[in-house]
């Protein structure tokens, strides 16, 4: 399998991005760029997620970040689709997606950053192709990486539609460990998620559990051995141990930050107000 793949982003009202002095990418006449993968991770090496399967953990916290309040993904045997609303992706996002991780602090840059994540992890997963559209108020952009037919810009649907393939020796396990590893780590999200048009439940549906929501914060609570798991934007990021909490619970702040790996959530402030909550609001 190359690890070169071809991206192009096409365009609708909306102007050709200048490239960044020393960018990784040269583009051609077409609209089209040359991104040499193995440069690009080896590059961004420390900004790799722990387990590439997660990178649709990424693109969940890319969707909620994007102020989705419905996401959508289904798998076929060898590939699958995500589709979200909230915030398009403009044309040049999408022809520059690492640059996210480098220098975006505007508003979509959480957004643009978890998107970016998603690439990386995908990419060492080795895909056939994938493929983006997102249509919003100020016109559509279309991406399209590796072998495949790109998507029709015009015939896109309202929001945000990524596509993923692999090729048949992913037959019978990459498409279903995916969906699986989503619906294990979905929980406490903005936004109602649906696998193959299922709901997922986004939190315990067992007795005595309690929540509430205050400050930003989701909480499901009960009394129990002190695990307590971590969420943001709609993920499991961590696990922590009873030394942290005295009750089992379910907690959530979209406004978390997490480790370069995203593995975990940094220690601070946001999250010690979190724990402090659980203690205040311990269940009898």
């Known amino acids: 399998s190359s690890d070169l793949y071809e991206l192009s982003v096409d365009r609708k009202e909306a102007e050709r991005p200048a490239l960044l002095e020393g960018a990784e990418e040269q583009l051609v006449d077409s609209g089209s760029f040359r991104v040499d ?3 690009m991770l080896d590059k961004l090496r420390s900004y790799q997620l722990t387990d590439p399967r997660d990178f649709v953990c990424a693109w969940l916290r890319c969707a909620a970040a994007s102020g989705a309040s419905s996401i959508r993904l289904s798998t076929h045997p060898t590939g699958l689709k995500l589709a979200f609303d909230g915030r398009a992706f403009t044309a040049a996002q999408l022809a520059q997606p690492y640059q996210a991780l480098v220098d975006d602090e505007g508003r979509d840059g959480k957004r643009n950053r978890h998107f970016a994540y998603g690439l990386l992890g995908l990419y060492r997963l080795r895909p056939k192709n994938v493929s983006v ?3 919003g108020e100020d016109g559509v952009a279309a991406m399209n990486a590796g072998a495949g037919k790109p998507p029709d810009p015009e015939a896109a649907p309202e929001g945000t539609v990524i596509r993923v393939s692999w090729p048949a020796w992913a037959l019978y396990w990459r498409p279903y460990l995916v969906a699986r590893r989503a619906r294990e780590r979905y929980g406490l999200g903005p936004a109602k998620l649906s696998i193959d048009e299922k709901a997922v439940p986004d939190r315990p549906d067992l007795p005595f559990w309690k929540s509430s ?17 971590v969420y943001a934007l709609g ?3 961590e696990e922590l ?3 942290d909490a005295e009750v089992e619970a379910w ?10 790996s995203q593995s975990s959530a940094v220690r601070g402030q946001r999250l010690d ?3 402090a909550l659980l ?6």
């Open 241 to 243: 141990g009873p030394e």
């Open 273 to 275: 107000e979190g724990l």
């Open 213 to 229: 929501e205050k400050k930003g914060w989701r909480v499901c609570a009960k009394a129990g051995d002190g695990r307590v798991r």
């Open 251 to 260: 907690l959530s702040h979209d406004e978390l930050e997490l480790d370069i």
């Open 133 to 135: 559209t997102s249509r």
């Open 37 to 39: 993968a193995a440069k």
């Open 235 to 237: 993920t499991l990021i």
């Open 279 to 284: 203690a205040r609001a311990r269940p009898g």
